[in-house]
């Protein structure tokens, strides 16, 4: 049966904030979701038959996405996928992505991301998995000391710290162009404020050579983002396991591209070190060709950083 499905309004959105407080533990979603000025456009709803009630949403979310060659392509990003669990399984979700393909082809999106932890939710609507990896391990006992001076990141870092994220991603697949509102609300979103994150400096100018995201995960300390010098990143990723082991921490995942300087850091952090493949990605080609989506995805260094999430 087919669904009433159509774009939200703004009398929908109590009963969207609603439909995702109860379906994630993620408050900022309405936060990120006020970010696109087209948001009700970009949003693809199923009613419910009670009034102010929303059965199922999908967002379109548009970002500028570097292709294997490192030039920005518009890509439909998908997020805040939800279905109220009295309405689960009647294929609203895949009415829904239907419409925000029809959208996102007209809007010039050359493909379309998203994560997930449930695939089998996408593949029938053509969308692919592809790989991605993290470093699991042992925080090492290695002191912290180096040749670089490290830090908590403070406010007035910021535009240096967003330099460095430019600069580091210049060409790299994956990676998303981040704009002021990213860096003002999503990136803060995903991370925490600014000063929760490390600085290392230039031992010699004192400007800010490396920054590195690292989080307290439940029992492991998570390495979100790196963007800098390759030289500093050993002493970063040695502070955040002092860190880490001040806060009785024991084990350490680490989300960085697989990289020679990330490999040749990580004995700063880890021991007994094994890589971890995942499959929480998935892409559909939309303007562009199969190949060239596939070409992207899997493209040495390539990575979507976990702050630019939808």
Same mark, same amino acid.
């Given at each position: ?25 993620? $408050? ?29 949403? /999908? /967002? ?25 669990? *009295?309405?689960? +399984?009647?294929? &609203? ?10 959208? @996102? ?18 593949? =029938? ?7 991605? +990896? ?11 000391? =180096? *040749? ?6 403070? !406010? ?39 000063? !929760?994150? &490390? ?22 300390? *998570?390495?979100? *983002? ?14 955040? !396991? ?14 960085? $591209? ?17 890589? @971890?493949?995942?499959?929480?990605? @998935? ?23 976990? =702050?630019?999430?939808?």
């Amino acid at each position: 049966m087919t669904a009433a499905v159509r774009t939200a309004v703004p009398a929908d959105d109590p009963a969207l904030a609603d439909l995702w407080r109860r379906c994630f533990d993620a $408050p900022q979603i309405t936060a990120l979701h006020a970010l696109d000025p087209d948001r009700h456009r970009h949003t693809f709803v199923v009613p419910g038959r009670e009034e102010g009630v929303i059965d199922a949403v /999908v /967002v379109h979310v548009p970002r500028m996405i570097r292709d294997a060659d490192g030039v920005p392509r518009r890509v439909g990003g998908i997020g805040s996928v939800a279905t109220r669990p *009295e309405a689960r +399984g009647r294929g &609203l979700v895949r009415q829904l992505l239907a419409a925000a393909e029809r959208t @996102m082809r007209a809007e010039g999106c050359a493909w379309s991301l998203l994560f997930t932890g449930t695939p089998g939710v996408y593949r =029938g609507s053509g969308w692919e998995e592809f790989a991605s +990896g993290c470093v699991e391990g042992r925080l090492a006992p290695a002191p912290a000391t =180096g *040749e670089f001076p490290v830090r908590a990141a403070t !406010g007035t870092d910021a535009p240096e710290v967003a330099a460095l994220h430019r600069e580091y991603n210049a060409d790299r697949p994956l990676s998303t162009v981040r704009a002021p509102e990213d860096w003002a609300v999503r990136v803060p979103a995903w991370y925490g404020p600014l000063d !929760g994150t &490390l600085v290392a400096e230039d031992p010699r100018t004192g400007a800010l050579a490396g920054w590195l995201v690292a989080r307290h995960e439940g029992e492991w300390l *998570e390495v979100r *983002e790196f963007a800098g010098a390759p030289e500093c990143l050993g002493d970063l990723l040695a502070t955040a !396991g002092e860190r880490g082991r001040a806060e009785g921490l024991r084990r350490a995942r680490v989300r960085l $591209p697989g990289e020679g300087a990330v490999t040749a850091a990580l004995p700063r952090l880890l021991t007994h070190a094994r890589r @971890m493949t995942e499959y929480v990605g @998935m892409a559909r080609p939309l303007l562009a060709p199969h190949r060239a989506v596939r070409a992207t995805v899997t493209a040495p260094g390539a990575v979507h950083w976990y =702050g630019d999430c939808f």
